[in-house]
Structures are given as structure tokens and as C-alpha cells.
T-cell receptor
Framework: EPEVTQTPSHQVTQMGQEVILRCVPI?????FYWYRQILGQKVEFLVS????????KSEIFDDQFSVERPDGSNFTLKIRSTKLEDSAMYFCASSEARNSYGYTFGSGTRLTVV | KNQVEQSPQSLIILEGKNCTLQ??????????LRWYKQDTGRGPVSLTI?????NTKSNGRYTATLDADTKQSSLHITASQLSDSASYICVDQSGGSYIPTFGRGTSLIVHP
């Protein structure tokens, strides 16, 4: 079964450093998403991406965040200057259509900011 | 503000028993409502997706119901197994937005 692959599985970084989280969506999917889940809290939508541009973004997705599809397979989330409160599980997801009846989530990257 | 409220917050049952999880959502107009299973440290996995015209949908031992009038949904798990231990998350994608609203989830623990 096709999978969304995320790397690394765990990233530890110092406060103020830049991090890039990487995702390989399912190959025939056209819509890509990032979500985050702070430990013990609910999953929160960050951003959706289609046709090389952002479709929607939440209030969380401020200027510290950016997304990119640098090539035909990868989809990245960059946090420019990490803060302690950025520590969370970050999930990438992809879907065939915008309001698809099937998002597929990756296994997540646990980001720890120290 | 869109809200999705789930109950109970946590639930412990014995293997083989049935259980029902509840979800209330506030958003209109309705588009679709999804139930996900999330194992600890893993990404959510879709169980069911319900649209306005559907009031019940099954996926193996999982059956979701939807009452669009009362804005309530339930997830019924039949003959629970140890592997059903997970968080079950209700997600509403309505209100004319493509941004989903996640509930906090119900943590289900199945004991042998």
C-alpha cells in the first residue's frame, strides 16, 4: 500500500536554529499538507499546498514557517528560527483531491527544541 | 469558531466488548466528517468518512453514524481487540473551508 514517508523520525535542535522536515508524498497525489501535534494535544492543521503554492494556512503558520516542493517527489517544511514551543510531532499528509475522502498521513517527525 | 468535542476523553474496556465513542461538531454547512485511529507515536489512519447523505458507514468492526440535524456522530467498535488500543479522532471539514477541525480524541485502552 502506498505510504507517505517522513524523515527524520526524530530531530533535536537548539532554539534559534533552522530545521527542515522532509516528506515524500504518495506519487499520484496532488495536494500536500503539514499538521502538528503538541504532546498531549490535538492535531492542528498548518498548511495545504497545491500546484506549487499554498492553498490554505492556519494562524499557526506564521512567517517562521515555509513550505517547498523542491523537486518532483519531496515536500518540505522549514522552520526558520525554532522556539521551544515548536516542539511537537509534525505530520505530513497527501491526497488526490482538495476535499479528498482519503488523506494519507505519514508517521511523523518528532521535533524537540532544546 | 469551529469546534469538535469528543467524549469520553478516555475509555477502558475488556477485550471482546463493544464500545461507542461520541463526537459533536458545531460547523455548518456540513461537508464531511471523518474518524481516524491514531496509534501512539504514529500518524492518523482513516477509518470512515461520512458525507451529508450518509447516516451510517461500516469498515469491518468499526461503524460510524451521523446525525446532521443534531450535529452528532458516533463510532461503534464491535468485539474489541487489543490492537484497538489507540486514540480515535473525529475530524470535521465543513463550514465552506478546506481546513479540517480535529477533536482531541478519545483514548481507548483494551485490556485482555
Amino acid at each position: 500500500e502506498p505510504e507517505v514517508t517522513q524523515t527524520p523520525s526524530h530531530q533535536v535542535t537548539q532554539m534559534g536554529q533552522e530545521v527542515i522536515l522532509r516528506c515524500v508524498p504518495i506519487s499520484n497525489h496532488l495536494y500536500f499538507y503539514w499538521y502538528r501535534q503538541i504532546l498531549g494535544q490535538k492535531v492542528e492543521f498548518l498548511v495545504s499546498f497545491y500546484n506549487n503554492e499554498i492553498s490554505e494556512k492556519s494562524e499557526i503558520f506564521d512567517d517562521q514557517f515555509s513550505v517547498e516542493r523542491p523537486d518532483g517527489s519531496n515536500f518540505t517544511l522549514k522552520i526558520r528560527s525554532t522556539k521551544l514551543e515548536d516542539s511537537a510531532m509534525y505530520f505530513c499528509a497527501s491526497s488526490e483531491a482538495r476535499n479528498s475522502y482519503g488523506y494519507t498521513f505519514g508517521s511523523g517527525t518528532r521535533l524537540t527544541v532544546v | 469558531k469551529n469546534q469538535v468535542e469528543q467524549s469520553p476523553q478516555s475509555l477502558i474496556i475488556l477485550e471482546g466488548k463493544n464500545c461507542t465513542l461520541q463526537c459533536n461538531y458545531t460547523v455548518s454547512p456540513f461537508s464531511n466528517l471523518r474518524w481516524y485511529k491514531q496509534d501512539t507515536g504514529r500518524g492518523p489512519v482513516s477509518l470512515t468518512i461520512m458525507t451529508f447523505s450518509e447516516n451510517t458507514k461500516s469498515n469491518g468492526r468499526y461503524t460510524a453514524t451521523l446525525d446532521a440535524d443534531t450535529k452528532q456522530s458516533s463510532l461503534h467498535i464491535t468485539a474489541s481487540q487489543l490492537s484497538d488500543s489507540a486514540s480515535y479522532i473525529c475530524v470535521d471539514q465543513s463550514g465552506g473551508s478546506y481546513i479540517p477541525t480535529f477533536g482531541r480524541g478519545t483514548s481507548l485502552i483494551v485490556h485482555p
